[in-house]
T-cell receptor, first 110, second 113 residues
């Protein structure tokens, strides 16, 4: 079954404590992306990756890092989380005209 | 980003037809997507248009006019479960932004009995 899996699904953390949200896809897709979704602002792209070792900034990359060491994984790293990074995060992979979204990760930074 | 506009909210009654519009301004246009998203869940794919015209898929249809930068999603025979947010997304292919997707802010549709 085609899947994009992200973890954790829910996390409450404190300001400044580094965290990583993992994302893994089992479809051998080259293109992967991270989005955050906030009320009234829709889905905004954080980073995307066209292939292994190729990553680019999206619209809201500040405060985030990513890596793409292997095709299936695309982790999102918050080196020093702040409360304005409280959001719902989606990982996605794309092949042709089909986008597969993960189930979402609810992140709260206090 | 790109200018993608869609109404914030719409309401309709069960059994009715509703049309959700989306306008966009972009260069390097390479397709428009419609997604449905229920609160707290991941978006699910509804349709994809890259050429002008109407694509029909069951109760849902999507239309595209590239010259006008305009698309609409038509939902027929509305059901309560159609209450959700509907996202319009444009794919842009140009240089380093190959394959990037830009989402509108979504239209929250409420279906009343």
């Amino acid at each position: 079954e085609a899947q994009v899996t992200q973890n954790p699904r829910y996390l409450i953390t404190v300001t400044g404590k580094k965290l990583t949200v993992t994302c893994s896809q089992n479809m051998n897709h080259e293109y992967m992306s991270w989005y955050r979704q906030d009320p009234g602002l829709g889905l905004r792209q954080i980073y995307y990756s066209m292939n292994v070792e190729v990553t680019d900034k999206g619209d809201v990359p500040e405060g985030y890092k990513v890596s793409r060491k292997e095709k299936r994984n695309f982790p999102l790293i918050l080196e020093s989380p702040s409360p304005n990074q409280t959001s719902l995060y989606f990982c996605a992979s794309l092949s042709g005209n089909t986008i597969y979204f993960g189930e979402g990760s609810w992140l709260t930074v206090v | 980003g790109q200018n993608i506009d869609q109404p914030t909210e719409m309401t309709a009654t069960e059994g009715a037809i509703v049309q959700i519009n989306c306008t966009y301004q972009t260069s390097g246009f390479n397709g428009l997507f419609w997604y449905q998203q229920h609160a707290g869940e991941a978006p699910t794919f509804l349709s994809y248009n890259v050429l002008d015209g109407l694509e029909e898929k069951g109760r849902f249809s999507s239309f595209l006019s590239r010259s006008k930068g305009y698309s609409y999603l038509l939902l027929k025979e509305l059901q309560m479960k159609d209450s959700a947010s509907y996202l319009c997304a444009v794919r842009r292919d140009r240089g380093s932004t190959l394959g990037r997707l830009y989402f509108g802010r979504g239209t929250q549709l409420t279906v009343w009995p």
